[in-house]
């Protein structure tokens, strides 16, 4: 191939290829917004005395666990989202609460919750059934 | 006027380190035009990703962080309104709980709606609210209550955009940054790696060009620019060592382009020399620049030249080679050489244009040595005169100056008289001053335009050009035979001889050179017959002459092939008895085409030729022959045989010849009698008298014809041994006339009888042929008779019946004297045959 031809296909790329801002993510904002309100308003309503009570199935106790950190990444699962949190527990170990939430007349409603067990999330990611919202 | 001169191409000056060629920035810049495309395509799409990447982070923890405050706001709100507080402290604490929204920056402004009423029950900052506030997205939060409140939430999203903007500008700065670095980088290799090793090459190439000479370029790395350069080396240490071998054969091949001892040169195809080898040099005495670059003509004489331009200069041009063409070629010092030229026209691929490579041998002492030759060859070493073919060269070259105005050039053939009797006499060194000497006097008499040349022996040849008439030739002629006969002192030794001269003359309109020196030499062999001493101009008598001598020539040539020779007899009558003693053979040449040729026509020829041996031979053998078989017949037993003898015959192949006819006949020798001529006693008469002796000592007797005739000498009767004389019929003739005029003969004869009778020696008479004639010659004394009187030659077998009826009553009366022979002879005259 000549040299010129080499030259003005990479410049053509070049030009093609350079970074465009996309501004589509501002009407995204508020979902996002919205829809961490719902996350954090639905583990409010988890709490008593401010702690989440989770029944640990392997020893059959009562875990008290307290909120800590939301995870600012919002995952879709179709029509669904998938919102993360970390929880602690008095020892201060972590453990991750993953919020399932469907879009309900305009208000996002929690159907399942899972405490301590990501290995759903973790199957569906796998399976790309689960991917970020942007 | 010089052409102006092309414009200067400016070049960019480059620093030093960074300058390597033209080519090779461009190089560089062909690279970069590559790298450019190549980096900041992949380093922008990569940079736009991790900033999408960090905007979305930052658009998630944004919206993490905003819901969750709005999220807990509108929880703990939820919950004030169900602790049944009043209405004021109720809206205060929301208020409050609002106003905790505003300490994120992002949020401008909170409000607190009633679900009934729609009427704002809060708003945060208290009665401001967003006034003059950017807002960028409103979101509404339901408190999930049976009044359906809900909270409303303004936000400004500028700090994502201000964070795109940041993230932009440090994009930016680190892809110009990067790609500034990875110019440089790029740069900093390419000149390291490639950029240098290159210079480096460039320059063992130039300087290779330069000088001519391998040069190497150094070599640092094994990578391709590496391999290139010991590619590179290789190649030229191979052109060197392939330099070095050429330089080397081209040293050989000048070496022995000098050293060859030929004299070599070359010339352009104008003919301009190219070079010159030493030797060209050496011989020609001239320098190289001398002869450098200037036509090869111009080296040559006149002469030379355009033979170099006709026989050497345009076959070439066709493409022809040219093998030893002679030319000479001129010396510095003016002088000549003789050479011997060879060239070819070089045409090969490798030339530029055509050129002549020209190989001359030098043949100067060839040519000399030739010259010499042919001046040896065309010369008479004795006279230094030019010899026959140095005078047939003049004749030959007599045409190309033709005379004009009617002029004639003449031949003189001159031939000394007697000067073999004195060379036999004194010797060649005599012989050879007298012909010394005769060509100085011939030289003193002719112009210095005349020619003159000893064309062998005795025989002299003189050309004069452009004669106004002939009288001149005679004249000189004249003055020539004057000239030598005056006699010569050759050491104390007087010789005396005389020339004969024939004369030819041309005006070379018909003539060839060999024919007028023929012409020339039978007017001489004329004068010579004439009596020498004398000259005689050619004309078409002699010629015809010459002629008939040679026909005659060939005719006793093709007689003698032929068997057309016989013999003829006529008898010898004894005067007394009547009786017949002897036959004498005559020979006689019958053509079956030509006829009867007469002795007098031939024998003189056959003398001339030496073939006068063979027919004496051939007349000896038959003679006998004959005479054996007519004595044995007719009791003719004494008859002899009387044979005629050329003075050339006598020497020893005639006495092996009687000698082997005496063998067979050993009684014959008396019966032999040889008749010479008194002419044979002149010529070397001490080896005559000699052989004669030896002759008569076998028996055989001499008789002396045509006595009287000639040099008749005494002393010839005294000193050669002569048994008969035979008197000239010529004398015999006279006797028929009358009385007074044969008184004379008469005293000849019987002084001739008389002195025969006192020496014992017979004496014939011949050309009896009147009866009357023969009592006067018996009367004076005659012993024997012989004449037509008797009878005329006859062959054998006329002879034979001639015999038998003469002779038959003389066998049965032999020695009856008494027979009366006039009245015999006249009554019974024989019949005439052959």
């Known amino acids: 191939m000549r040299f010129p031809v080499v030259v003005a296909a990479l410049c053509i790329t070049l030009a093609g290829g350079l970074p465009v801002h996309a501004d589509g993510a501002a009407d995204s904002t508020a979902d996002k917004v919205r829809l961490q309100a719902a996350m954090q308003r639905h583990i409010d309503s988890l709490t008593i005395d401010g702690a989440v009570l989770h029944l640990d199935l392997a020893s059959g106790e009562g875990i008290e666990l307290f909120p800590t950190q939301a995870h600012p990444m919002i995952m879709t699962m179709g029509d669904h989202f998938v919102l993360c949190a970390e929880l602690k527990d008095a020892a201060g170990r972590p453990l991750p609460i993953d919020l399932y939430m469907a879009d309900t007349d305009g208000r996002f409603v929690t159907f399942r919750t899972e405490i301590g067990n990501r290995s759903p999330l973790q199957e569906m990611m796998k399976r790309g059934q689960v991917k970020p919202l942007r | ?834």
Request: charged share 25%; glycine share 8%; net charge negative.
């Open chain 2, 1 to 834: 006027m010089a052409a102006a001169s092309a414009p200067e191409t400016t070049q960019p000056r480059w620093p030093r380190w960074c300058r390597l060629d033209g080519s090779a920035n461009w190089l560089f810049a062909k690279l970069a035009l590559l790298l450019v495309p190549g980096f900041v395509i992949p380093a922008s799409i990569g940079l736009w990703s991790l900033a999408a990447l960090d905007m979305e982070a930052a658009h998630d923890r944004l919206t993490s962080r905003i819901g969750n405050a709005a999220g807990r706001v509108a929880a703990a709100t939820r919950r004030i309104r169900d602790t049944g507080i009043g209405e004021t402290a109720m809206r205060d604490a929301e208020q409050e709980l609002l106003g905790t929204l505003l300490a994120d920056q992002a949020v401008r402004c909170a409000e607190l709606f009633s679900g009934r009423t729609r009427d704002r029950l809060s708003l945060v900052p208290p009665r401001i609210g967003c006034t003059g506030e950017a807002i960028d997205v409103s979101i509404e939060l339901p408190l999930d209550g049976p009044d359906d409140d809900r909270v409303v939430v303004h936000l400004s999203t500028a700090e994502i955009a201000l964070a795109r903007q940041s993230r932009r500008e440090l994009a930016l700065i680190m892809l110009v940054g990067g790609l500034a670095i990875a110019l440089g980088a790029c740069w900093i290799g390419f000149h390291l790696i490639v950029g240098r090793p290159l210079e480096s090459l460039l320059q063992a190439i130039r300087l290779s060009e330069r000088s001519g000479e391998a040069r190497l370029a150094p070599h640092r790395s094994n990578d391709e620019i590496g391999r290139i350069t010991v590619a590179f080396n290789d190649m030229q240490t191979r052109m060197q060592a392939d330099a070095n071998r050429l330089r080397q054969a081209f040293l050989d091949l000048d070496r022995i382009y000098n050293i060859t001892p030929a004299l070599l040169c070359a010339t352009d195809a104008a003919g301009v020399v190219t070079s010159v080898s030493d030797h060209w040099l050496t011989a020609t005495g001239f320098a190289r620049d001398d002869v450098l670059g200037r036509p090869l003509a111009r080296f040559l004489p006149a002469a030379a030249a355009e033979v170099y331009e006709s026989r050497v200069r345009a076959p070439l041009a066709r493409g022809e080679a040219v093998v030893d063409v002679p030319l000479r070629l001129k010396r510095r010092d003016g002088t000549e050489l003789d050479i011997l030229l060879s060239g070819v026209d070089d045409r090969g691929p490798a030339a530029q244009g055509s050129s002549r490579l020209f190989v001359s041998t030098d043949i100067s002492d060839l040519r000399s040595a030739e010259r010499r030759l042919e001046r040896l060859a065309l010369t008479d070493p004795l006279c230094e005169l030019p010899n026959r073919r140095g005078f047939l060269a003049h004749l030959h070259a007599s045409p190309g100056r033709r005379p004009v105005g009617g002029m004639l050039d003449a031949v003189l053939f001159i031939d000394l008289d007697n000067f073999k009797w004195i060379n036999d006499t004194y010797g060649h060194q005599v012989g050879d001053k007298l012909l010394l000497a005769a060509a100085g006097r011939l030289r003193s008499c002719v112009r210095p335009t005349d020619v003159i040349a000893r064309l062998g022996g005795d025989e002299f040849a003189i050309i004069c050009h452009g004669l106004q008439e002939r009288a001149t030739a005679t004249r000189l002629a004249d003055e020539l035979i004057g000239r030598l006969a005056v006699p010569f002192d050759l050491d104390g030794v007087k010789a005396c001889v005389s020339a004969s001269i024939g004369i030819a003359f041309t005006d070379w309109e018909n003539e060839e050179p060999d024919e007028v020196l023929r012409f020339a030499d039978l007017a001489m062999y004329t004068a010579k017959q004439d009596g020498k001493n004398t000259h005689v101009v050619y004309n078409g008598a002699i010629g015809q002459k010459a002629v008939e001598r040679a026909r005659v020539r060939e005719l006793i040539r093709d007689g003698l092939e032929r068997d057309w020779f016989s013999l003829v007899y006529q008898p010898i009558i004894d005067a007394r008895t009547g009786r017949i003693v002897g036959i004498e053979a005559l020979l006689r040449l019958a053509c079956p085409t030509g006829g009867p040729l007469g002795p007098e026509r031939f024998i003189p020829i056959a003398e001339e030729t030496g073939q006068i041996i063979e027919l004496g031979h051939l007349a000896l053998t038959r003679g006998v022959t004959d005479l054996l078989a007519v004595g044995q017949r007719h009791c003719s037993a004494g008859l002899y045989l009387a044979v005629n003898l050329s003075p050339r015959q006598l020497d020893d192949r005639l006495e092996e010849k009687l000698d082997a006819v005496l063998a067979e006949q050993p009684g014959l020798a008396g019966r032999l009698v040889l008749e010479i001529t008194e002419t044979m006693l002149l010529q070397r008469p001490d080896d005559v008298a000699r052989r004669l002796h030896r002759l008569r000592d076998r028996g055989i007797r001499i008789a002396l014809d045509d006595f009287g005739t000639g040099y008749s000498s005494l002393s010839h009767i005294q000193h050669f041994p002569v048994d008969i004389i035979k008197i000239d019929k010529s004398f015999i003739r006279q006797l028929s006339a009358g009385a007074s005029s044969r008184l004379r003969p008469l005293a000849m004869i019987r002084a001739t009888a008389s002195l025969g009778q006192e020496l014992g020696i017979d004496v014939v008479a011949e050309g009896v042929e009147e009866a009357a004639t023969i009592e006067l010659l018996r009367d004076c004394g005659i012993d024997l008779l012989q004449g037509y009187l008797f009878a005329m030659p006859m062959d054998r077998l006329s002879l034979d019946k001639w015999l038998a009826h003469r002779h038959a009553a003389a066998c049965e009366a032999a020695h009856d004297p008494r027979v009366d022979v006039a009245a015999d002879w006249t009554t019974q005259r024989p019949v005439l045959t052959g």
